[in-house]
């Protein structure tokens, strides 16, 4: 038994050193360099192996993906590092699907940032 309890502590230690990413606003980008973060934009633009994404304020991030881009349409949220021209080097990227409200997705993230202890992030 003691050994079965000690395998779980050493889990719960290892997941706990994984990088967890910040969930922000394009806008915030300036504050993000050399972070690792995750953002939300609609597919606006594809050249070679660089995707451009726009929230509904027409703020852009150009993310640099790690081949082609698989998405060529609606919303993309990307996980990845901000670089010190404030493109994201993509580390994984998701295609959401249904309805999306940017407006919803930003009184949640102000809520996630005014409550941090409620909502910890690394």
């Keep these: 038994r003691r050994h079965e309890r000690g395998s779980g502590k050493r889990l719960v230690h290892a997941a706990m050193a994984v990088n967890v990413s910040t969930r922000i606003t394009l806008a915030q980008l ?23 994404l726009v929230d509904d304020t027409n703020a852009e991030v150009r993310v640099l993906c790690k081949g082609v881009p698989r998405f ?34 930003r009184e949640a993230l102000g809520q996630c940032q005014r409550f941090p202890h409620i909502y910890p992030v690394a």
């Design 30 to 52: 300036p504050q993000f360099v050399g972070k690792q973060v995750r953002v939300v934009g609609n597919v606006k633009a594809i050249e070679n192996n660089v995707l451009t």
């Design 72 to 105: 060529n349409e609606g919303i993309v949220e990307v996980v990845g590092v901000v670089q010190s021209d404030l493109a994201v080097d993509e580390m994984t990227s998701t295609q959401l699907v249904g309805t999306f409200s940017f407006e919803l997705y």
